[in-house]
Every structure is written in structure tokens, then in C-alpha cells.
């Protein structure tokens, strides 16, 4: 970042006399003393550049990265192309922000609309943003966009993930909605359950699929019966799985979203990730956040600007579902970059060995003593077992082989999941591990 350098203390003073201040004391002068930190802040001395890489690298060291991954739960580990970090560290790129002064942020302009074109070939769906900051934030403003003036109440599946359950409780319980849990059953949605409740007063349903437990929900007939209530059908989606499974379109779905980060960005201890909403062209005006559009200038060269821009952070704020202020325009950039460098035949492969990976190490699990919880769903690339052992007991054992298992559920069910990088000698080394522990039981 060779342009990042600060400004001297000479350059700092002409700064503020230019303004009209004799220094810096002078430019904070309308904060009241009683609000302002007197005495100097208890940091720490200043260290070297050495100094600060030794402590960072000491820091580092106390971490452990795990040679094999059967872990997903909402993150997930896959193959990210060479290019996506190579385009987004370029410094003009890297920088870039908000595109405020729309006529000359082009370049920022057009990544986000070839992004949002890539997002709607995937998902099928009309209209998409760019301005999310994850899967859940996503799925809580897709609820909220439903609301309407007789229509206060959203339903949402216990099958999605726990993080983006607590997170639309939060949205909804901020703008006075009303949030009814669907029931599990076997797994999946409990469809008898949602037939028999919706009514008038419902604006939309929130459906995972896959959902949590890597199932395969009744997402046709669902969308079905929502839209027979007259209510909006939201769809949470895993990106991935767009290269083998129906769009949401294809569903039925009048909202779609997801985390986008499978689509190129890396786990990253939990960010920054990237939430994508699209939705039917019918509700394209109450889609949060910014979208760019593609139009011609007065010479006819092509350009790009900020469409329906009257939205919640400008002149219809008291009147806006949302408080979306957010850009996400680099994790926006990678995502568009891997897309472009996987292509839809990349993407359908990497699908296919996602799937094909997690069935293979389903059935060896099985052999090995660790039953599907419910081997009657179809799964995409996370399923659950049930074992008679604890799971902690199953995961050490895995841990100490320098292997990261399945997510432990509760005492004896593990969530695991496999994905284009996991190799069938991982998969069978697992097996042989489940399978010693067993026997040594």
C-alpha cells in the first residue's frame, strides 16, 4: 500500500489553518470539556516495525490450522482460484469505496454490476444488490422487504441456522414484526404444520434449503402452499449448491439469499463475508441496499449508475424498511472474480464433488458405526450422524491426527461436510479413525 503515507505535522498545520483553526486543540474547541478524555490514553509504548512482526508472528503461532476440514455449518472451506486474490489486492481495487459521486466511480460501478449479473444468472432471479455484510443479515432485510400494511407476520423454518435465526429475531423484534417458528419434522420443514397456520395477516416464510442439517427441504411444495396464502416465499440458499440443485426461481422463490462467502472469499476467523439478495422484478423497488444499473451516456458509450437511488440512506429515510449503509464492494469484486473464473461448468463440477464427496463419506461413516440421522433425505454435502459414543470423544480422536471433524449437535450427533477439497484418502482416514474409536469401545 505505497500511497498510504500520513501527513507531516507542517502539512497537518497548514490543513487547519486552511480551515480557519490555529491547531488541534482549536478543532475540537465545540466538544464540551466534560465529554473529552483529559489525560493521555494508557497505551502501550511504540514499537519497531521488527518489534510489531515478532509480537504478530508469536500471536500467530498459537494458532492452529488444521491439515483436513470436515467442517461447515455456515462457513466453508473450498478451492479459491489464484486470480480472485491477485484482482482484489490491486491497490486501485483494494481502495475503492461507496461510490458517492456515481459518474466517476465507473470502474467500482461496473464490478458491481457484472457481480449482481452473475449473482441473478446463478440464483434466476430478476434483481440483486450489493450491499449486505453476511447470509443472515440477508435473510433478516429479505423478511423485512415483505412486509406489508395487513401483513406484519413472517414465518421462518427450525431447520435454518442457528446465527441467522437469532439474527432475523433481532431485525424483526427492532421493526415490530411478528416471527413464528415452523417446527422440524424428520429433518426437514414440517410442510403439514405450515399449511395448516398460514393466514391473512402472513407476509412472508423463510425456508433454508439446503438447510441446517445439509437436508434437502420440500421447497416446490412449500413455495406452493405459501403462495396460495397470498405470502412471500423467502429462499436462504448455499450458492454452491446452484451448480447442481434448481435455481430458486425454479422453486417458486419470490426473495432469494445467502452467504456468499463459499463464492471465493476464506473462512477468515468469520469475515468480512458478503450476504446476496436477489428477488422477482415485482419487488425490485423494495430491495435494500444500492443497485447499479447499466445505461448510455449522451454519446452513446455504455456506463453505469446508481439506480433507484431515493432509498433509505437519502430522502425516503423515514419511510425505509432498512438502515443499509453498508458497500461490501471487494467482497463483491471477489465473488464476481471467482464466478468469472470458475465459469458454469467450474461451478457445476465443484457441485457435483461437493455432493458425490459427502455421500461417499456418508456411507463409509455408516459402515463405520456412525448411522445417518435420517437416511431417507437427500443431502447436498452436510449430513448428521448419531453415534452410541459421545461425539467429543469421536472429534479428539480426530483432533490428534491433525484432522478438524463434523460440527458436534449436542451429546451424540455430528453436522459434516465435505467439499471439492477433501480427497477420498482423507475421507477413508476418517473412516479408519471413527472406526477404532468404536472398536475400542
Not at 502501550?44 to 494458532?63: C, F, T
Not at 481495487?93 to 461510490?99: D, S
Not at 480422536?397 to 451429546?411: F, H, Q, S, T, V
Request: charged content about 25%; glycine content about 10%; hydrophobic content about 40%.
Amino acid at each position: 500500500m505505497g500511497s498510504y503515507v500520513p501527513g507531516t505535522r507542517e502539512e497537518q498545520q497548514a490543513m487547519l489553518e486552511a480551515m480557519g483553526f490555529t491547531s488541534m486543540e482549536d478543532l475540537f474547541r465545540d466538544i464540551p470539556g466534560e465529554v473529552r478524555v483529559q489525560a493521555m490514553l494508557d497505551l502501550p509504548e511504540g514499537k519497531s516495525e521488527l518489534e510489531v512482526r515478532r509480537a504478530m508472528e508469536e500471536m500467530a503461532a498459537r494458532d492452529h490450522v488444521f491439515a483436513t476440514v470436515f467442517r461447515g455449518a455456515g462457513a466453508y472451506r473450498h478451492y479459491i482460484p489464484s486470480m480472485v486474490k491477485n484482482v482484489i489486492s490491486k491497490e486501485d481495487l483494494q481502495t475503492a469505496y461507496t461510490p458517492y459521486q456515481a459518474e466517476i466511480s465507473q470502474g467500482i460501478l461496473q464490478s458491481i454490476f457484472e457481480y449482481q449479473t452473475m449473482i441473478c444468472e446463478l440464483t434466476g432471479m430478476d434483481a440483486s444488490n450489493a450491499s449486505v455484510y453476511d447470509g443472515a443479515s440477508a435473510a433478516a432485510e429479505a423478511i423485512a422487504m415483505c412486509r406489508e400494511r395487513k401483513r406484519k407476520k413472517a414465518w421462518i423454518s427450525a431447520t435454518v441456522q442457528p446465527g441467522v435465526l437469532e439474527t432475523v429475531k433481532t431485525y424483526c423484534f427492532g421493526n415490530e414484526m411478528e416471527l413464528a417458528l415452523i417446527p422440524e419434522k424428520d429433518g426437514v420443514t414440517d410442510v403439514e404444520f405450515l399449511r395448516e397456520h398460514l393466514d391473512g395477516e402472513t407476509a412472508c416464510v423463510y425456508i433454508q434449503h439446503p438447510n441446517y442439517y445439509g437436508n434437502l427441504e420440500p421447497a416446490e411444495e412449500m413455495g406452493e402452499i405459501i403462495h396460495e396464502a397470498g405470502a412471500k416465499y423467502i429462499m436462504g440458499v448455499n450458492p454452491i449448491s446452484l451448480g447442481a440443485l434448481k435455481t430458486p426461481r425454479e422453486y417458486g422463490a419470490d426473495v432469494a439469499v445467502g452467504e456468499g462467502q463459499p463464492l471465493g472469499l476464506p473462512l477468515a476467523f468469520g469475515g468480512p463475508y458478503l450476504g446476496f439478495m436477489t428477488c422477482v422484478a415485482a419487488m425490485t423497488r423494495k430491495l435494500p441496499g444500492r443497485i447499479v444499473g447499466q445505461t448510455v451516456d449522451e454519446n452513446g458509450k455504455t456506463g453505469y449508475v446508481l439506480t433507484l437511488q431515493a432509498r433509505e440512506q437519502h430522502i425516503r429515510r423515514e419511510k425505509a424498511s432498512s438502515n443499509i449503509c453498508s458497500n461490501q464492494a471487494l467482497c463483491a469484486l471477489a465473488v464476481g472474480t471467482y464466478l468469472a473464473a470458475m465459469g458454469s461448468e467450474g461451478l457445476h463440477s465443484a457441485a457435483l464433488q461437493c455432493t458425490s464427496k459427502a455421500h461417499y463419506l456418508a456411507g463409509g461413516l455408516a459402515e463405520a458405526g456412525l448411522a445417518l440421522e435420517h437416511p431417507e433425505r437427500e443431502f447436498f454435502h452436510e449430513f448428521v450422524t448419531v453415534s452410541d459414543l459421545p461425539a467429543d470423544r469421536i472429534l479428539e480422536a480426530l483432533e490428534a491426527r491433525d484432522i478438524m471433524g463434523g460440527y458436534p449437535l449436542d451429546g451424540r450427533r455430528i453436522l459434516w461436510c465435505c467439499t471439492e477439497l477433501n480427497t477420498k484418502e482423507e475421507m477413508d482416514r476418517v473412516v479408519r479413525i471413527v472406526r477404532e474409536v468404536q472398536e475400542g469401545c
